[in-house]
Antibody, heavy 118, light 108 residues
C-alpha cells in the first residue's frame, strides 16, 4: 500500500526558503504525478504544483515565481522549495498523488505544519 | 481561476441522520468535481471523483450529484466516523486546481 510522508523544518524565517520532502513508500515514484498542496490556518486548501516522474512540472500561477518542485527517483522522493517566504506562507503542507487520467488527488500525506516567523 | 464555494460552513447533524453538503463553482466545471474527507491529524481521503464515482473502499452511504456549477455530497445515515471536514475540488479549468473552503460536519 502506497504511503506518502512529508518531512522538513517546522520553522522558517521570513525571506528564507522553505524546503520540504515527500517520501513515497510501498510503491514507485516512477509513475504518475506528484503534488504539493497547502492549507493556511483557517483558510482553504491551495494547490501549489505538480511534478511528473520525468521531471515535467506545472505550478499555480500565483506561486510560480517562488516555487520549484523536483523529483529524486533514486530516493523515491519529491521535494518542494518555496523562496522568499512571509507569514502568509504559514500553512500545513501536504503531498499528494494523481494516479489517474484526471487531476484529482487519490492519495495524501498527513501534512506538516510550517510556520514562518523570526 | 474557478472559485469554489461550499455551504454551509458547519453542519450539525445527529448520528443516523442524513447530511447534504453543497459546492458551487463560479463557472461550469462539467463533471470534473471531486470530494474529500479530512479528519484533523490524518491524511485527507478521496471520497468521490467525476461528481458521483466513489473511490475505492468508500461506503455506499456517500453519494455525489450535480453538474455544471452546482454539486452536492450526501451522507445518507451519518456514522460516528463521518464527523469531519469535507472539501470539493474542481479539475476542469486549470491551472490552478481549486478547492472549496470546506464544510465541517459536527455532532448535533
Amino acid at each position: 500500500q502506497v504511503q506518502l510522508q512529508e518531512s522538513g523544518p517546522g520553522l522558517v524565517k521570513p525571506s528564507e526558503t522553505l524546503s520540504l520532502t515527500c517520501t513515497v513508500s510501498g510503491g514507485s515514484i516512477s509513475n504518475f504525478y506528484w503534488s504539493w498542496i497547502r492549507q493556511p490556518p483557517g483558510k482553504a486548501l491551495e494547490w501549489i504544483g505538480f511534478i511528473h516522474h520525468s521531471g515535467s512540472t506545472n505550478y499555480n500561477p500565483s506561486l510560480k515565481s517562488r516555487v520549484t518542485i523536483s523529483v529524486d527517483t533514486s530516493k523515491n522522493q519529491f521535494s518542494l522549495s518555496l523562496s522568499s517566504v512571509t507569514a502568509a506562507d504559514t500553512a500545513v503542507y501536504y503531498c499528494a498523488s494523481v494516479t489517474g487520467i484526471y487531476w484529482y488527488f487519490d492519495l495524501w500525506g498527513r501534512g506538516t505544519l510550517v510556520t514562518v516567523s523570526s | 481561476e474557478v472559485m469554489m464555494t461550499q455551504s454551509p460552513a458547519t453542519l450539525s447533524v445527529s448520528p443516523g441522520e442524513r447530511a447534504t453538503l453543497s459546492c458551487r463553482a463560479s463557472q461550469s466545471v462539467n463533471y470534473n468535481l471531486a470530494w474529500y474527507q479530512h479528519k484533523p491529524g490524518q491524511a485527507p481521503r478521496l471520497l468521490i471523483h467525476g461528481v458521483s464515482t466513489r473511490a475505492t473502499g468508500v461506503p455506499a452511504r456517500f453519494s455525489g450529484s450535480g453538474s455544471g456549477t452546482e454539486f452536492s455530497l450526501t451522507i445518507s445515515s451519518l456514522q460516528s466516523e463521518d464527523f469531519a471536514f469535507y472539501y470539493c475540488q474542481q479539475y476542469n479549468n486549470w491551472p490552478p486546481l481549486t478547492f472549496g473552503g470546506g464544510t465541517k460536519v459536527e455532532i448535533k
